[in-house]
């Protein structure tokens, strides 16, 4: 084999597209249904309240359950219709993710990212007041995070607080924000849940598939 034929051969090997892990039966990668999702997996960064990439993530790859992506994908399609589109920040969450919030919970002097994330909240309090816990909705593959963006600049609109806020600015029902905030967060509520999403009480983010087809079991293969 000459030295062209080589060359030719090792760059179709670095630049043929490699195909994804195949998934657990009943799980999808998001964007084969939703191709146009603004997706930003927050705890693919270190854009959050740990300060790291967190345990099992491996790449900014939103996987959820296929009945969860078919409804989202409902919410996205009549979102649209306003000029407006979803942006997720987390979806289905690997129980070794969960234990790495468990593990960063009891360092108490690792606080450095306190007044971003929790200010008004004692670390050791994050757990008894339902911030973190051990299992997590996410780890079952129907529950997400997201919030609403502007369709022409891709700018979230404004909910009042950052996601993953732990306060009670966060909580949906929190009354000290403004009316627009109140509106945003009520046109995000009222659209998941007309499409089958319950939410969680003290984050306006966190959206549960009702009738979720995995409601016992926690998996923990990686995202990726």
Known sequence: MNNKIIIIFLFLFVWIPQKKKELPEGFVYVRTIIPDLDVELRYFSTNNFVGDTIQ????NTLILTIQAAEALKLVQ??????????????????????NNFVEW??????????????????KQNLFSEGYIASRSGHSRGSTVDLTIIDGNTGIPLD????YDFFGEQSWVDYD???????TNRQLLQRIMQKHHFRNYPNEWWHFTLRWEPFPNTYFDFEVE
């Open 105 to 122: 919970s009891k360092d108490l002097k690792d606080t450095i990212h306190k007044q971003q994330f929790y200010p008004t909240v004692d």
């Open 176 to 182: 000290e924000i403004s009316e627009m905030q109140k």
């Open 77 to 98: 399609d009549e979102l649209q219709n306003q000029n407006l589109c979803l942006k997720v920040y987390d979806g289905y969450r690997p129980q070794r993710a969960v």
């Open 159 to 162: 909910m009042g607080s950052p």
């Open 56 to 59: 099992g993530y491996k790449s």
